[in-house]
């Protein structure tokens, strides 16, 4: 078993945004003490690096991350598809914006405000010609707070791993999973 440095236990307790004192009364613990042992003035008894090891990973266990929100199912188009076919499958899925995937990689988006001003002889032109930019793309990984700041500025996030779309996130999924 390796035991984490006092570098390692301060970058955990930040990542997961506790302040000492809340990972101090976490772990039954001073809040000098937890100071302390980050800064390596003093090395803890195993019992105490337990308890704040452990009081970390409860604390990690309670941060909700994007694949605990993500809708795995994608409704997507590719970019040669007609804008007619992006037009139907909004319809269709009640969506007003899709991704548009290429080879499972987020290359633009396209959304009912995109389509409002074609004419109809716009409908066989690629959506390539019409699209907008991507959604924003996150691993698995990010956090909840991350996402929200996203989807204060975009209609959805990408969810990808190694290059390849795994999900999506929307506004309408964050509140529904929330509420």
Known sequence: MELPTPADLRQRRTELGLTQSELAEKASVSQPLIARIEGGDVDPRLSTLRRIVTALEEAESDVIRAEDLMNEAVVSVSPDEPISEAARKMESEAYSQLAVI??????????????????????????????????????????????????????????????????????????????
């Open 102 to 179: 290429q080879d499972g990689i987020p290359v633009g988006s396209i959304s009912q405000s995109d389509l409002v001003h074609l004419d109809s002889e716009s409908r066989d032109e690629s959506i390539d010609n019409h699209m907008s930019e991507s959604f924003p793309t996150v691993s698995k990984d990010a956090t909840l707070d991350e996402i929200s700041n996203l989807l204060e500025h975009y209609k959805a996030v990408m969810i990808t791993e190694a290059g390849e779309t795994i999900g999506i996130i929307t506004e309408a999924d964050l509140t529904a999973r929330l509420s």
